[in-house]
């Protein structure tokens, strides 16, 4: 499992920080929701032209993203040929929406529909990039990256349902401190019900916020529980320890040459172990 994970690291398909890729996951995810959004609601033109600036910034991430990926990688034009299905998500939604709103002022109708099923294959390519790094991730998180990650997803569930509800005139979600009170109650499943979504695709940000949430706390719990019996076991074994030292000290003078080297091997063994604990400290 070691090998292969360093494998991949070397190949440049995946990073080697965890938080680095649950923010470019979640980006690619949120790049899906304004692609989305884009597509199936008619916003006013300034909410508009902020999903772009939006979409812009978290294209230029991808882009990144991929770019160090293929040169990680060692052969970035064989990254690019395993990878191509990736390219379509780094095209920025608003140069398609630029491109389908000239191309119907001139009245051209297929290359508008080539367009539109543009904008349809950029929202699959998006879906596959984040599933390629979400898949990538899991399983690599210890307690300080949860702890991050359910941080990154309680904001990008915020910016998420923020650009589904906020357009919507019977939405109560209509600015960011809203839409993060609403992730945080969503996330912990308190359920406050004050802030409800009433869009289906901002609802159904809300099952994942749920889910997420749920596997996050676990996983906190778990790994908490894990340490514990860790320490604990420790702790015993080093009672163990003392009490056999103890034990051989009592029965001194009846120990035999073999024992005697075995009780000075446990001691010095302690020592060594006390002496890189000050080292540590000290450090």
Not at 81 to 94: D, K, N
Not at 194 to 213: E, Q
Request: hydrophobic share 50%; aromatic share 8%.
């Amino acid at each position: 499992m070691a090998q292969r994970l360093v494998q991949r690291i070397a190949n440049g398909e995946i990073m080697e920080h965890p938080l680095v890729e649950v923010i470019v996951t979640y980006a690619s995810l949120l790049s899906v929701v304004i692609a989305v959004v884009d597509i199936t609601y008619p916003l006013p033109e300034d909410a508009r032209l902020r999903l772009y600036l939006v979409d812009l910034v978290i294209v230029s991430i991808l882009i990144i993203d991929y770019v160090y990926r293929a040169r990680k990688s060692g052969d970035w034009r064989g990254y690019i040929r395993r990878t191509f299905y990736e390219l379509p998500a780094l095209i920025p939604v608003g140069l398609l929406a630029l491109l389908e709103s000239f191309l119907a002022g001139l009245g051209v109708l297929r290359l508008l529909r080539l367009v539109r099923v543009l904008r349809l294959i950029l929202i699959v390519s998006r879906g596959s990039r984040f599933l390629s790094i979400a898949e990538s991730t899991a399983g690599r998180l210890k307690f300080m990256y949860v702890v991050g990650f359910a941080a990154i997803t309680l904001v990008f569930g915020a910016l998420a349902i923020y650009f589904v509800e906020s357009p919507v005139p019977e939405s109560q979600i209509k600015d960011l401190s809203t839409a993060l009170w609403w992730a945080i109650v969503t996330a912990t499943t308190v359920g406050y019900g004050d802030v409800v979504p009433v869009t289906p695709l901002g609802r159904a940000i809300g099952v994942l916020l749920m889910i997420v949430g749920i596997a996050s706390l676990s996983m906190m719990v778990g790994i908490v529980a894990t340490s514990l019996a860790k320490a604990l076991e420790a702790a015993g074994a080093e009672d163990e320890r003392i009490e056999e030292i103890c034990s051989m000290v009592r029965r001194l003078g009846e120990l035999d040459r073999s024992e005697l080297e075995y009780l000075k091997g446990v001691i010095e063994a302690a020592w060594r172990a006390e002496q890189a604990k000050k080292g540590s400290s000290g450090s």
